[in-house]
């Protein structure tokens, strides 16, 4: 399974932006995913976590972007999302999906597959005047 992320970009500050993160593999694969999280990492900095949603839809949020991010997942696309709203410079970061555990159900042979921690290649969010 790999996680296809897209959506990063140049934007002004108090300006917004939409990242996408999905899960692909094989055709015949569905995927079934536990928790989403997105990460962030900024230069010089550690990764930290930006959200995360949980199977049940309940989501968190760092302190941080409380009230200006929303995430959001669609199970039918194996896609989480991360709307982020009134961007500010310090947001500028590397921004990083994760699946923390991931059942592959082959439906060619009606097998499943589990892994754990998979990560997104990452997106650049800019956020400059």
């Known amino acids: 399974v790999q996680l296809v992320e897209s959506g990063g970009g140049l934007v002004q500050p108090g300006g917004s932006l939409r990242l996408s993160c999905a899960a692909s593999g094989r055709s015949s694969s569905i995927f079934h995913i536990n928790t989403w999280a997105w990460y962030r990492q900024a230069p010089g900095k550690q990764r930290e976590p930006v959200a995360d949603?949980?199977?049940?839809?309940?989501?968190n949020y760092a302190d941080s972007v409380k009230g200006r991010f929303t995430i959001s997942r669609d199970n039918a696309k194996s896609t989480v999302y991360l709307q982020m709203n009134s961007l500010k410079p310090e947001d500028t970061a590397v921004y990083y999906c994760?699946?923390?555990?991931?059942?592959?159900?082959?439906?060619?042979?009606?097998?499943?597959?589990?892994?754990?921690?998979?990560w997104g290649q990452g997106s650049q969010v800019t956020v400059s005047s």
């Open positions: 949603i949980t199977s049940g839809f309940l989501p």
């Open positions: 994760n699946a923390d555990s991931v059942r592959i159900y082959n439906s060619a042979r009606g097998t499943n597959y589990y892994t754990r921690d998979v």
